[in-house]
């Protein structure tokens, strides 16, 4: 079926997402719980060249997004991601993006909603509180309560999302101007890294295919590219300029972090590296800055991932890859009820069993997959040139960008651990019997 004859069936989800919108669907999934916990890790590992390393993941992220821009401005249908990879690849490719997304995103959805609730166990110890609530069972109220949200309509989902990341972004950027004054010596003594690249150059690598896991986000705005208005000026500034935003904040959090601890020391303190950074410029009140922001980057990164988890199954579903009432929508409500519960409940299942952590890595594996099968499709696109096919947006340098965009990302998936390359292809292989046993026969029979 080409996408003029897609068009023609698949229900129709309204425009009710702006720019302000999309664009901190992208920034509120990305700047997520990891602005809290790979800093540490990363300055252990490289020093203050972990500036180096994230400026590379966001180079290699702005190429992805160039192709991606392309593609939701050629195809802006929600679901996108599934789309552009069938179109551009096939349809066996396309389940395998589709389904890979999907679960992908649940898995993460989890990971970000397990710590929701050690966050606020986290804060009431630093405020001498002297309870404890059930971090567990508060993780699992928060994805209930973030799939209504969804279930009652996409404006409500990108109201939210709008009032938690400008909550956050505020936070960042109170807190991170303090700490690059406080570093460069215009308050107090200067306490910049003398010794930039600590490891030397080879660590800058390695660190980079570790933190591009943060970047893992901006893709999820083609997934709701059918409910965005003027997809055409609005997909390619949200997508780029979402990774151009992110991409600002975890150099200034690398730069400060490593001036207030030193990298040694952040090495040694790891994922709860930020919260001592916290405590050193502000005492208590910044510790508890930080674990105020962590907590909001959980509940951004978790709503934005259910949201762009149920347009995977919309769009499958709508090509008939899944049972079709996944891809109907709800008259009185305007959003797809099944496929957001079908994104949900899985994601209220994970967090009630807790040990999600491997799985979300899995997660990182599969958007690469993702990342550079889009970047293929681009060039596959381009070469076949279809009369449907005539974006808005056309990536630069082509077919320089797609295709280093496709190398660089199926690289970096050399560098992740084997058990999470082990899963993500036992996913990958799952979701290509599901297609042939689903649709591929029976469509060919038929």
């Known amino acids: 079926m080409s996408e003029s004859d897609r068009s023609t069936s698949q229900s129709e989800l309204e425009r009710s997402l702006g720019l302000k919108e999309a664009l901190t669907i992208g920034v509120g999934t990305m700047i997520g719980a990891g602005i809290f916990i790979f800093p540490g890790l990363a300055s252990g590992k490289a020093g203050m060249a972990a500036t180096v390393s994230f400026a590379l993941g966001g180079l290699i992220s702005v190429l992805v997004a160039m192709c991606t821009s392309e593609l939701a401005t050629g195809i802006p249908k929600s679901g996108g991601t599934y ?34 609730g050690l966050y606020i166990n986290q804060i009431f110890g630093e405020l001498g509180v002297g309870f404890e609530v059930n971090a567990r069972a508060l993780g699992v109220s928060a994805a209930i309560a973030l799939t209504v949200v969804n279930v009652l309509g996409t404006e409500k989902t990108g109201e939210l999302q709008d009032v938690i990341v400008l909550i956050l972004a505020t936070l960042l950027t109170v807190f991170l101007s303090y700490g690059i004054i406080d570093a ?48 055409d000026k609005n997909l390619p500034r949200a997508m780029i300029g979402s990774v151009l935003i992110v991409a600002v904040l975890y150099i200034a959090t690398i730069f400060v972090a490593t001036s207030v601890l030193g990298y040694e020391r952040l090495g040694e303190l790891g994922e709860t590296a930020m919260v001592e950074v916290g405590r050193g410029l502000w005492a208590t009140v910044g510790a508890v800055v930080v674990l105020s922001g962590g907590l909001l980057a959980t509940l951004s990164s978790a709503n934005a991932s259910i949201l762009s988890s149920s347009r995977s199954v919309y769009a499958l579903a709508s090509d008939k890859l899944l049972p079709e009432r996944a891809s109907k929508v709800n008259e009185m409500l305007g959003t797809p009820v099944v496929s957001i519960l079908m994104a949900g409940v899985p994601v209220v299942a994970l967090v009630a069993l807790g040990q999600v952590e491997t799985l979300a890595e899995v997660a990182s594996c599969l958007h690469l997959v993702l990342y550079g099968s889009m970047c293929l499709a681009v060039l596959m696109l381009r070469r076949s040139s279809p009369d449907w096919y005539s974006p808005s947006f056309q990536t630069s340098l082509y077919p320089f960008v797609p295709a280093l965009g496709a190398l660089a990302s199926f690289a970096l998936i050399a560098f992740m651990k084997p058990l999470s390359q082990l899963l993500a292809g036992g996913i990958i292989a799952a979701a290509a019997l599901w297609y042939l046993a689903y649709r591929k026969w029976p469509h060919e029979n038929g």
């Open 83 to 116: 789309y552009f990879v069938s179109e551009g690849l096939g349809k066996l490719p396309g389940a395998v993006a589709g389904i890979g997304l999907w679960w992908g995103l649940v898995f993460a959805s989890s990971f970000y909603l397990v710590g929701f």
């Open 184 to 231: 460069t010596g215009i308050i107090g003594e200067a306490r910049v890294s003398e010794e930039f690249a600590p490891e030397g150059l080879g660590p800058i690598f390695t660190t980079a295919a570790l933190v591009y896991t943060s970047y893992l986000g901006f893709a999820q705005i083609a997934n709701v590219a059918g409910e965005v208005k003027e997809p």
